[in-house]
């Protein structure tokens, strides 16, 4: 385990569905991240939190929303999803937004949209 | 446990320099090798690696895949400032991707 734990490991849902995704980390760490990686295409940067305020939010569809309710939990609150949205989610977490600490990743919710 | 340990965690050499970044993997069901660089929030993504002794090449970094060794190498020749990163492993296998810890790699002027 890498300290980042995330759930649910799968999950499918139709496109009218709504679902959340929990990331969870027990590393003392103060900013966390949601990325999105599609199949054969690098990771793309979604939300990310410090200290619980979201700090930067790369134009992702309102259909996600995240939500840090403390500096230990992250959540992606999924809704009237595409088919296209279908890819892995990872959470990553680090000791502050400085790069010089590096990144704790979870291993990914996978996600289908049907 | 599927886990993938990268070597060394840190690393600092001078400009012009050659490095060796090292990368091993004990998992299940194994897909594919990726090496990322990190400098700012978003990894940036260099080589994805499935079959084994096939060296990729991108400018003055290559990369290969020992299968048998369940490892596999990053190289970096004539290193610049701009080279100084975290460089991190990841194996997609059982429909999930497992990072390493990365390596922190400086390079002094």
């Known amino acids: 385990e890498t300290g980042v734990t995330q759930t649910p490991r799968h999950l499918v849902m139709g496109m009218t569905n709504k679902k959340s995704l929990k990331c969870e980390q027990h590393?003392?760490?103060?900013?966390m991240y949601w990325y999105k990686q599609s199949a054969k295409k690098p990771l793309e940067l979604m939300f990310v939190y410090s200290l619980e305020e979201r700090v930067e939010n790369n134009s992702v569809p309102s259909r996600f929303s995240p939500e840090c309710p403390n500096s230990s939990h992250l959540f992606l609150h999924l809704h009237t999803l595409q088919p296209e949205d279908s890819a892995l989610y990872l959470c990553?977490?680090?000791?502050?937004?400085?790069?010089?600490?590096?990144?704790?990743f979870g291993s990914g919710t996978r996600l289908t949209v049907v | 446990e599927d886990k993938v340990v990268q070597s060394p965690l840190s690393l600092v050499v001078h400009e012009g320099d050659t490095v060796t970044l090292n990368c091993s993997y004990e998992v299940t069901n194994f897909r594919s090798l990726l090496w990322y660089k990190q400098e700012k929030k978003a990894p940036t993504f260099l080589f994805m690696l499935?079959?084994?002794?096939i060296e990729k090449k991108s400018g003055r970094l290559s990369s290969i895949l020992d299968k048998k060794e369940l490892s596999s190498i990053l190289n970096i020749t004539a290193t610049q400032t701009g080279d100084s990163a975290i460089y991190l492993c990841?194996?997609?296998?059982?429909?999930?991707?497992?990072f390493g810890k990365g390596t922190r790699l400086h390079i002094l002027p």
């Open positions: 990553a977490s680090s000791q502050d937004l400085r790069i010089n600490y590096g990144y704790t």
């Open positions: 590393l003392g760490h103060n900013a």
């Open positions: 990841a194996v997609e296998a059982n429909d999930k991707i497992i």
């Open positions: 499935t079959s084994s002794g």
